[in-house]
């Protein structure tokens, strides 16, 4: 790393503790047979690992300088099963990834914090072609999406994950682990998107949007929430579609468990626009 600046604007630490890149390795589980897209590789500390494990990495870096160092290293290396792209995750398309592998897809990297909410939306809607993400987040964010009903850190992002996903805790992780040292904490979280929570038939850009509706007024009781909402539900059906549920309407987005969501998203119904006037469109002087 000695002369290697890390860009302030590309949110970048790198990673520097072995030990720390030991444990990620362990608690990612990972198999020989294993395609690993790897994000923001910086210098290499995760790639070369990875490579000795798995069957392929697709690293794919933002950075030119970081880039061209980490080429040069694979190069003099001979690692031959890493294929380095200079690009941006949040444009890498990868369907067609898993698709020449013919496999579904591990994702692994350490994010820089200021596109950890993007790279999560990313894989939510990409969810059928990953197996599995295990990936760095500052400390907040992970509590959010480790959070239990009731707790401050549970909110919308925490349900419309554990949806496609089950999280776990890999590791804690200082800061004195990386270079620069940033200004908080990190986690490790593996999100197994193959152990999702079972909503049956319901579609999941419906469940979005009755979570992220919930929870748009965070000290309002649930059916203040959802009649105050955009959405235009009337109080009364809304109160009927919350006692069917078993769900006290008095009580807030923040209790309501997976269960309790998925029961009163099947309920709702999107609202129907206005029938028009039989003559409207058609009238004539």
Same mark, same amino acid.
């Given at each position: 790393?000695?002369?290697?600046?890390?860009? *302030?604007? /590309?949110?970048?630490?790198?990673? +520097? #503790? %072995?030990? @720390?890149?030991?444990?990620?390795?362990?608690? =990612?589980?990972?198999?020989?047979?294993?395609?690993?897209?790897?994000?923001?590789?910086?210098?290499?500390?995760?790639?070369?690992?990875?490579?000795?494990?798995?069957?392929?990495?697709?690293?794919?870096?933002?950075?030119?300088?970081?880039?061209?160092?980490?080429?040069?290293?694979?190069?003099?290396?001979?690692?031959?099963?890493?294929?380095?792209?200079?690009?941006?995750?949040?444009?890498?398309?990868?369907?067609?990834?898993?698709?020449?592998?013919?496999?579904?897809?591990?994702?692994?990297?350490?994010?820089?914090?200021?596109?950890?909410?993007?790279?999560?939306? *990313?894989? /939510?809607?990409?969810?059928?072609? +990953? #197996? %599995?993400? @295990?990936?760095?987040?500052?400390?907040?964010? =992970?509590?959010?999406?480790?959070?239990?009903?009731?707790?401050?850190?549970?909110?919308?992002?925490?349900?419309?994950?554990?949806?496609?996903?089950?999280?776990?805790?890999?590791?804690?992780?200082?800061?004195?682990?990386?270079?620069?040292?940033?200004?908080?904490?990190?986690?490790?979280?593996?999100?197994?998107?193959?152990?999702?929570?079972?909503?049956?038939?319901?579609?999941?850009?419906?469940?979005?949007?009755?979570?992220?509706?919930?929870?748009?007024?965070?000290?309002?009781?649930?059916?203040?929430?959802?009649?105050?909402?955009?959405?235009?539900?009337?109080?009364?059906?809304?109160?009927?579609?919350?006692?069917?549920?078993?769900?006290?309407?008095?009580?807030?987005?923040?209790?309501?468990?997976?269960?309790?969501?998925?029961?009163?998203?099947?309920?709702?119904?999107?609202?129907?626009?206005?029938?028009?006037?039989?003559?409207?469109?058609?009238?004539?002087?």
């Amino acid at each position: 790393m000695r002369g290697f600046k890390a860009k *302030k604007s /590309l949110g970048q630490h790198f990673l +520097v #503790d %072995r030990k @720390v890149v030991l444990d990620i390795l362990h608690g =990612a589980r990972l198999g020989p047979s294993d395609v690993i897209v790897e994000i923001g590789p910086g210098l290499g500390a995760l790639t070369f690992q990875l490579a000795r494990e798995v069957d392929r990495v697709i690293a794919v870096e933002k950075d030119f300088r970081a880039y061209g160092e980490l080429d040069r290293r694979l190069r003099a290396m001979s690692v031959e099963n890493v294929d380095l792209v200079r690009g941006d995750i949040l444009r890498f398309p990868l369907e067609p990834v898993a698709g020449r592998f013919g496999r579904k897809l591990t994702v692994v990297g350490n994010l820089p914090y200021n596109i950890s909410k993007p790279v999560l939306e *990313k894989l /939510l809607r990409s969810c059928e072609v +990953v #197996d %599995r993400a @295990v990936l760095m987040f500052q400390a907040e964010v =992970a509590d959010r999406l480790l959070a239990s009903p009731g707790s401050k850190a549970y909110g919308a992002l925490t349900l419309m994950v554990r949806y496609r996903a089950f999280p776990s805790l890999i590791l804690n992780v200082g800061k004195e682990s990386f270079r620069p040292k940033p200004k908080v904490a990190s986690k490790v979280v593996d999100l197994d998107f193959s152990s999702p929570s079972d909503g049956g038939t319901l579609d999941e850009g419906w469940f979005d949007t009755v979570v992220r509706v919930a929870f748009s007024h965070r000290r309002k009781t649930l059916i203040n929430s959802l009649v105050g909402s955009g959405c235009q539900w009337p109080r009364e059906m809304v109160a009927n579609v919350l006692a069917d549920c078993g769900i006290d309407p008095s009580r807030r987005a923040e209790t309501l468990d997976m269960d309790e969501f998925i029961r009163l998203a099947a309920r709702l119904k999107p609202p129907q626009p206005p029938e028009s006037s039989p003559l409207r469109g058609d009238q004539r002087d």
